[in-house]
């Protein structure tokens, strides 16, 4: 609707004539749908905005035309004037991404071009990378531009980079595209494996379970991916070298520290080996760290006596002298123990003695002293066992022998050592006279036994009733035994068996004759005063009382 200009006929005629009418002609082969005339007032308008890109001038051509058909043209040119109405444009022709971290400085991340379809001052574009160090932009040809960077990269600091790019104009006021680079940095292997701690002190106990889990070494790379994945292995403390040691495992997955085998820290009290973690980049990057693995003591030593010596024959024997006093040094007990700390810390105490109230063992030194005076009362030899005990839980102990001589003199010595043999000799006779003794009792209870059944075997075939010697068996025997000067006088024995009797019973009676001369037994003979006796043997019949020749059971049992 604005106006452009008004053209102007005139016509010199008047009347219809003189009427003028204004169009446009299309002889000019220009549409002219951007303009429109007034036919009366000549006024020529825009129909529509013009674009200067479009078209930087126009070239149109009015027909004035009067009433009688007479015409004129006139050329009318619209030169359009630029504004700033168009933003620069930007137009990517390479971008490179992902970026190794390696790159180096002046790699061409991107190539670009700028331009603007305003002309003059409105057409000309500057560019500017926002806010980076590491990049910057550099003009290449024309209105090409490089994004390039500057400086090394590295992904573990920034693994993305968002670049922006600004074209402005010159425009008033200037018109602004911004273009956004996205560069991811990819990674290298450039970082070594870190371990969270300098070195590493792990603890065992001595005497330990095989394959016990001690601990564990940890590191970490900075790298992704294969670069960042982490392997353990024991490496030698020169590359020459084997690993030091072979009680020692490592995973290689997760770094936890094995003891294969058990350990005695009395053979060993620290190993150190040393640890590798490596990565699988290309090529692999490693670190190491020093593993220190300390012995934790168990008490699995029992003390050792060192003074007195155990195994001496003769054991040694310590000299007392009689005038001794209380508190009097007899010895020291020495002993010694493997194990350290409070496992090692020993005790002494008195285990038993002859004289238990005479001596008295020092719990820390081992000193034996005497509790009190020596007296004559107190035996000579005195035997001790001192127990040495140590700390350890639980505690473990071992008991030292020693004997002690109370002497009036030293000069003694001698005589004491060879009276103390004796004594040891007679011991020993005692002791072979006991077993004799022992012996000999058996003996004696197997011949008894014997005898025993013997008669039980002889009672079962005499199943009769009484059997009677009479005196002519008996002087018989009497005169056999006289010359050897046994039975002197003549006895009469009684002989009870009964049937189903379990017992023999001897009677031991009076003797019915009187003592015979020796000779007389010796020959066989009697005297007149002698009484003869039946020398067979007497049934019941002959001492029954109808029988005057012999004396009744009652008379003879009187006799």
């Not at 194990?339 to 002494?348: C, R």
């Not at 009797?501 to 005063?529: V, Y």
Request: charged fraction near 20%.
């Amino acid at each position: 609707g604005s106006v452009v200009l008004s053209v102007v006929a005139s016509d010199r005629d008047v009347g219809v004539n003189g009427d003028i009418a204004y169009q446009f002609s299309q002889a000019v082969g220009q549409s002219p749908s951007a303009f429109a005339i007034d036919p009366t007032s000549g006024e020529i308008k825009l129909t529509k905005p013009l674009d200067f890109e479009a078209a930087e001038n126009h070239e149109l051509s009015v027909r004035a035309t009067d009433g009688g058909g007479l015409s004129a043209i006139c050329k009318v040119l619209v030169e359009v004037v630029d504004v700033n109405d168009n933003a620069p444009e930007l137009v990517v022709s390479s971008f490179s991404s992902p970026l190794p971290e390696n790159a180096l400085p002046g790699t061409v991340v991107a190539l670009f071009t700028v331009r603007d379809r305003d002309a003059g001052a409105n057409g000309k574009i500057s560019c500017a990378l926002e806010d980076q160090l590491l990049f910057s932009l550099r003009p290449a040809y024309k209105n090409y531009y490089e994004l390039v960077t500057v400086s090394a990269l590295d992904r573990e600091e920034t693994a993305r980079y968002i670049l922006t790019v600004t074209a402005a104009d010159a425009g008033s006021p200037p018109l602004t595209t911004t273009q956004t680079f996205t560069v991811d940095v990819s990674d290298v292997n450039d970082n070594a494996p870190v371990f969270n701690q300098t070195s590493y002190t792990m603890y065992v106990r001595e005497n330990n379970v095989p394959t016990a889990l001690v601990g564990a070494v940890s590191a970490s790379d900075a790298d992704v991916g294969p670069n960042a994945k982490v392997t353990y292995f024991l490496a030698p403390a020169h590359s020459a070298e084997r690993p030091p040691c072979s009680c020692i495992s490592v995973n290689s997955e997760n770094g936890h520290v094995f003891v294969l085998r058990p350990l005695d820290y009395e053979q060993v009290r620290q190993i150190e080996v040393l640890v590798s973690a490596s990565d699988a980049g290309s090529p692999p990057l490693r670190a190491n760290v020093t593993v220190r693995l300390v012995v934790v003591d168990e008490n699995d030593n029992a003390p050792l006596v060192l003074h007195p010596a155990q195994d001496s024959s003769p054991p040694c024997n310590e000299l007392v002298p009689m005038s001794a006093e209380a508190g009097y040094l007899v010895t020291k007990v020495v002993a010694v123990d493997a194990d350290s700390g409070q496992n090692s810390w020993l005790s002494y105490h008195l285990l038993r003695a002859t004289d238990p109230g005479l001596f008295a063992v020092g719990a820390q030194s081992g000193e034996v002293r005497l509790r009190r005076p020596v007296t004559e009362r107190d035996a000579v030899k005195q035997k001790l066992v001192v127990l040495v005990r140590d700390n350890g839980r639980p505690p473990l102990s071992a008991t030292a022998a020693l004997s002690a001589l109370l002497l009036n003199d030293f000069s003694d010595v001698r005589l004491r050592h060879s009276s103390l043999a004796t004594e040891d000799e007679g011991g020993s006779l005692t002791t072979y006279l006991i077993i004799s003794l022992v012996f000999i009792s058996l003996l004696f209870l197997a011949s008894t036994a014997a005898f025993i059944a013997h008669k039980v075997c002889k009672r079962k075939e005499l199943k009769g009733g009484h059997v009677l010697y009479g005196t002519g068996n008996l002087q018989s025997s009497l005169a056999d035994a006289a010359p050897a000067g046994t039975l002197p006088h003549a006895y009469c024995y009684e002989i009870s068996l009964t049937t189903g009797s379990g017992n023999s019973e001897f009677k031991f009676l009076k003797p019915i004759l009187p003592s015979l001369p020796p000779q007389h037994c010796a020959t066989g003979g009697g005297t007149d005063d002698e009484q003869d006796f039946p020398r067979g043997p007497i049934t019941a019949e002959d001492v029954a009382p109808g029988n005057p020749g012999m004396p009744s059971a009652e008379q003879f049992n009187s006799l």
